[in-house]
């Protein structure tokens, strides 16, 4: 778990929350846009990431129904969205 997992854990074996999800993503989608702006023809990776961001916009919205508090939080923690 990274860094600004950690930061947004509600208790410390937390894994499974959805903010915790949502910065595991962020994570695998900054590694796989690295990955793909240097492999322009690998369509599966592309594909992975095009899931990964669908996801990550599901749990933002489900954060945005119905924890207001915990969605904002995440934003400003993870640089998502001004």
Same mark, same amino acid.
């Given at each position: 778990m990274n860094i600004?997992?950690?930061?947004?854990?509600?208790?410390? +074996?937390?894994?499974?929350?959805?903010?915790?999800q949502i910065a595991l993503l962020t994570e695998k989608?900054?590694?796989?846009?690295?990955?793909? +702006?240097?492999? +322009? +023809?690998?369509?599966?990776?592309?594909?992975?990431?095009?899931?990964?961001?669908?996801?990550?916009?599901?749990l933002l919205d489900y954060l945005k129904r119905n924890k207001m508090d915990s969605y904002k939080n995440v934003l400003s923690k993870l640089n998502l969205r001004k």
């Open positions: 600004k997992a950690k930061e947004l854990a509600i208790h410390e +074996k937390d894994t499974g929350s959805s903010e915790i989608i900054e590694t796989l846009s690295k990955h793909i +702006k240097q492999f +322009k +023809k690998d369509k599966h990776s592309s594909v992975g990431l095009l899931r990964a961001v669908n996801r990550r916009k599901k």
